[in-house]
């Protein structure tokens, strides 16, 4: 069994004294991991880190086995480390996708927007970026938002919150009598737009966190990646004079 494919690295674990078990998403062939020989030696390590696309060739004896991967760098993020903000987001993304994809199952269109992400987390409006990737994330594992229009009334005038239930929106003064058990829907995320401050990213992050929890992690008996909530650690703490980072 034998493939050649692009993937962008998701985690890597060393094995042995120099090899290394890597784990990508790749274009054609989804969540597919293998071994690495000499994955631990300090040239590989350089470009096998999680965010870099890689070219790689994947070999086995049987289709279930772990096989080895060969592969060749392509792209590399390694600016994003020295952000911290940015290398957070990063980490998060990449671990959720570890998590939350079934191994070995196709998902294209979440291939490219992995690398969209990451391209555009070396730019301002990272944090937003990265609430919109997993918004698209869970749609594509099936479990979107509709956030266009109130749930109750069909408008798009006003929305406020969003049901915990249904993933929709609600209007102000639809959901106002059961405003305390609906989450806030951050604005710049509703049909109003505009540029979010510190407390919609953590609004927009708790929401989808909520939709995450629920959907993906609990109904497999799983807990949300260390990675995400340092992510919103690091988003708490920041203070007001450094909005414009985010």
């Known amino acids: 069994m034998e493939w050649s494919d692009e993937g962008i690295g998701l985690t890597v674990r060393r094995h042995g004294e ?15 991991g293998g071994l690495v020989r000499g994955g631990s030696s300090r040239r590989m390590r350089g470009f096998l880190q999680p965010g870099n696309t890689v070219s790689a ?3 086995a004896r049987l289709e279930e086995h772990l096989g080895t991967l060969t592969v060749e760098p ?3 993020h390694a600016a994003l480390y020295d952000q911290p903000g940015p290398l957070a987001a990063l980490t998060a993304a990449t671990a959720l996708v570890e998590a939350a994809l ?3 199952a196709p998902h294209p269109e979440l291939y490219h927007l992995l690398g969209e992400l990451l391209e555009a987390l070396d730019r301002p409006g990272w944090a937003e ?8 994330l869970l749609a594509d594992l099936g479990f979107g938002l509709d956030l266009g229009s109130c749930a109750s009334t069909g408008t798009n005038d006003g929305l ?14 639809a959901g106002e009598p059961w405003r305390a058990k ?6 710049f995320l509703s049909p109003e737009g505009g540029a979010p401050d510190l407390a919609q990213l953590n609004e927009g992050l708790r929401l989808t966190g ?3 929890e629920r959907h993906v992690f609990t109904a497999h008996n799983a807990r949300t990646p260390d990675s995400r909530e340092r992510l919103i650690g690091y988003l708490r703490g920041l203070d007001a004079a450094r909005q414009d980072i985010v």
């Not at 406020?160 to 003064?173: D, I, M």
């Open 160 to 173: 406020a919150w969003v049901s915990p239930k249904s993933g929709r929106a609600v209007s102000l003064s």
């Open 102 to 104: 079934p191994e070995r």
């Open 18 to 32: 120099s090899s290394a078990i890597v784990s990508l998403l790749t274009l054609g062939h989804g969540r597919h």
């Open 210 to 212: 909520w939709f995450l």
């Open 129 to 136: 970026a990265y609430i919109r990737w997993e918004l698209r």
């Open 74 to 76: 392509m792209v590399s």
């Open 182 to 187: 609906l989450l806030p829907l951050p604005r």
């Open 57 to 59: 060739n994947w070999r």
